[in-house]
């Protein structure tokens, strides 16, 4: 089974700040990758799907990189409305998906 | 639009039984796998039950393996999650999930809002 990990658990930041987060998986998964935004209460939010690629509507601040076992997600300035709970997800094992375990981003 | 609206959450005992239903609506039900997602009580997104298009094949998470059972009725637009002998560990908000091709993989883009499970005596 592929495990995800995340990089930090939490982020304190501030408006404004440049903020990256980081995901691994326990093998290649190609660029199979993608991340997802949750805020409380709320079903998750896709964000990033192909490790890079923005789904549509999504503001060009957030970006992603990464291939085989390393990915990031950043936000380049951010903002108030960014303060949330991130998940990388992994589908190199469709259907089987597997999540890591979640950045909150909160203030700082 | 895309709407996925869960129901049939609600407390439990241990060792009992409920079955979710998720009813689809926005897009062309019958043409797209299905996935339930979980979430226990401010922990992380555990993935639980995928359903291919017409039903012909399902996969189930190691931990639900044996007690739960996805299904679908393409006629009624609706996706079900029958769920025996639940434990106090499956207490979750659970998630249907509608998948997509995007750029050769298969991504959730779309999620219902979530019904609660609350198993306890």
């Known amino acids: 089974d592929i495990q995800m990990t995340q990089s930090p658990s939490t982020l304190s930041a501030s408006v404004g700040d440049r903020v990256t987060i980081t995901c691994r998986a326990s093998?290649?998964?190609?660029?199979?990758l993608a991340w997802y935004q949750q805020k409380p209460g709320k079903a998750p939010k896709l964000l990033i799907y192909?490790?890079?690629s923005l789904e549509s509507g999504v503001p060009s601040r957030f970006s992603g990189s990464g291939s085989g076992t390393e990915f990031t997600l950043t936000i380049s300035s951010l903002q108030p409305d960014d303060f949330a709970t991130y998940y990388c997800?992994?589908?190199?094992?469709?259907?089987?998906?597997?999540f890591g375990p979640g950045t909150k981003v909160d203030i700082k | 639009q895309v709407q996925l609206v869960e129901s049939g959450g609600g407390v439990v005992q241990p060792g009992g039984s409920l079955r979710l239903s998720c009813a689809a609506s926005?897009?062309?039900?019958?043409?797209?796998?299905m996935h339930w997602v979980r979430q226990a009580p401010g922990k992380g997104l555990e993935w639980v039950a995928f359903?291919?298009?017409?039903?012909?094949?399902?996969y189930y998470a190691d931990s639900v393996k044996g007690r739960f059972t996805i299904s679908r009725d393409n006629s009624k637009n609706t996706l079900y999650l029958q769920m025996n002998s639940l434990r106090a560990e499956d207490t979750a908000v659970y998630y249907c999930?509608?998948?997509?091709?995007?750029?050769?993989?298969?991504?959730?883009?779309?999620w219902g809002q979530g019904t609660l499970v609350t198993v306890s005596s």
């Open positions: 926005g897009f062309t039900f019958s043409s797209y796998g």
């Open positions: 997800q992994q589908y190199n094992s469709y259907p089987i998906f597997t």
């Open positions: 359903i291919r298009y017409d039903g012909s094949n399902k």
């Open positions: 192909k490790a890079s």
């Open positions: 093998q290649s998964i190609s660029s199979w």
């Open positions: 999930a509608k998948e997509t091709l995007a750029f050769g993989g298969v991504i959730v883009d779309y």
